[in-house]
Structure formats: C-alpha cells, structure tokens
C-alpha cells in the first residue's frame, strides 16, 4: 500500500499559500512520497491565474476597499475568491506509477478521488470527460466554466482545480516530470462578493452555472471539519494509501519564507 503525506495547514496568507504550493513542487523528489495539503486563508484572497489579463473587468480597487489581497497563482486558469471553499493541493511525480500520464490523466485520476467525496455526501457528481464550452461569458471567474475532467453537481461546477507540470534534467539520467495540483470546492456561496469584484458578471449566469457544498444543503449540515475528515478518508480508500500525516518542518518553512517575495499582493498602482 502506497503512503501519501498529508499536511492539514493552519489558516495562512496568501502569500504563504502560493508560497507553499512552489516550495512542494520545487521539493518533488523521485523518492519522495506524494503529498497532499489541506490549507485555508486568513481572510478572503483573490487568486489570478499566471498568464491572466488584468483589465476592466476585474475591479481591483474595490478588492482593496474589501480588504481582499490580490495573488498570482503559479498555474494558468481563471481568478478564484477563496476563503469560501476546501482548498487542496497535491505534488508528485509524472512518472510515479500511480500518475503515469500527461495532465489530463492526472486530473482524471485525481478526479475519482474527489466524485468519490461528493457521493459520500449523497450527491450525484457527474465527470465531465471533456469540455464543450465554447462561449465564455465570464472571462475570469473560474468556477463559470469547467473544463475537462472537472465534477458537476446538478450541471454545475462545484470545485475547480488547475495544475503546473516541472521538467528537471539531472546529468547523465531521463528527463523526470513532477507536477503540482491545486484547487477549490466551493463551500458557500460567495457569489455576491464575486458580483462586486467583477461588476460586469451577471448574477443569473453565476447563479445557472456554481455550486456550492452551501447551495446543496450539505453545509453548515456537516461542519467544516467533518467535510475535511470525510474528504481525507475518500481519497484514502479511493486510492488505496496510507497517510502519513507530517506537517512543515523548520527547513521548509524558511523556504516558504524566501519564496513569499515572488507572490506579494498586487497594488493597484501597480496595475
């Protein structure tokens, strides 16, 4: 039986939070147990895609009125609000036997774990195998558009994932891949404060295409320890591991630190 580390992380900054998902995937060793981390915010932060645009459409200023920090994600994809939601990421090997393929065999995979979750809860979690969206009417809200591999909940999207894949070449020796998965599953309706970052989305359309664990009566009926607990143990039985529960070390942390000047808050300003 395999073993997985699992680090359930105190509330943390932004900063902090992108910070850690780089030093986990920097850390990937071909030796090294995949780990999967559980974290929360200190307060409700916006993450940006990597390569996403900056434009009217995203109201920066009012994020800061909000008191909400704004970060750059290391993954590509749409802005997410979080401080509503489950957080999760997992790093690990490409080549490891239990994530043998490309990026999307490593969202199917990862993706049973997770249906597995949602039908403890009682829902009818549909994997959408490929995505048809062809209009995109909310050019940065995340969770308006699923893609590939991604859950449904009565047809509409209730968690979001996104990932980076890292190449390093030692001497002599195959090129080896490790690849770092992040995401969210809505835990309560944050749609109204989206409204007010993005003032051009549309409530109708949000409301037609997110769901929450809120939204589908499942919470505050099971608290959000008990979504955690059951979370952890789906994915165990699901993939058949043994966790290993080990939190930061001194080492990594220092790490953290040092990686935390690559992901300030932006400043409008700056923008």
Same mark, same amino acid.
């Given at each position: 039986m395999r073993t997985w580390r699992l680090i359930k992380d105190i509330p943390r900054s932004g900063s902090f939070n992108m910070a850690a998902d780089q030093v986990l995937l920097d850390k990937c060793r071909d030796d090294a147990d995949p780990v999967f981390r559980l974290y929360d915010w200190e307060c409700p932060t916006l993450s940006l895609g990597k390569n996403e645009k900056i434009d009217s459409l995203i109201d920066l200023q009012e994020c800061q009125n909000l008191s909400i920090p704004v970060v750059r994600r290391m993954t590509g994809?749409?802005?997410?609000?979080?401080?509503?939601?489950?957080?999760?990421?997992?790093?690990?090997?490409?080549?490891?036997?239990?994530?043998?393929?490309?990026?999307?065999?490593?969202?199917?995979?990862?993706?049973?774990?997770?249906?597995?979750?949602?039908?403890k809860l009682g829902l009818n979690p549909v994997l959408l195998k490929k995505s048809h969206q062809k209009e995109k009417t909310e050019p940065h809200i995340c969770f308006s558009e699923p893609s590939s591999y991604e859950i449904l909940v009565e047809g509409r999207k209730i968690i979001g994932s996104a990932q980076r894949v890292r190449i390093t070449r030692g001497k002599n020796s195959q090129p080896k891949r490790f690849f770092l998965q992040h995401g969210s599953i809505l835990l309560k309706d944050?749609?109204?404060?989206?409204?007010?970052?993005?003032?051009?989305?549309?409530? @109708?359309?949000?409301?037609? @295409?997110?769901?929450?664990?809120?939204?589908?009566?499942?919470?505050?009926?099971?608290?959000?320890?008990?979504l955690i607990s059951l979370l952890i143990e789906s994915l165990r039985k699901t993939f058949e591991i043994e966790w290993n529960n080990r939190n930061w070390n001194a080492k990594e942390l220092n790490s953290i630190a040092d990686c935390e000047k690559a992901y300030q808050p932006l400043e409008v300003q700056h923008v």
């Open positions: 994809g749409k802005a997410v609000l979080h401080g509503f939601d489950l957080t999760y990421s997992l790093a690990a090997g490409v080549l490891d036997s239990q994530f043998p393929g490309g990026i999307l065999d490593n969202y199917q995979f990862l993706a049973r774990g997770f249906k597995h979750f949602f039908q944050s749609i109204p404060l989206i409204l007010r970052i993005f003032p051009y989305a549309h409530e @109708k359309v949000l409301r037609r @295409k997110i769901h929450s664990l809120q939204s589908v009566g499942i919470y505050p009926k099971y608290s959000k320890k008990e």
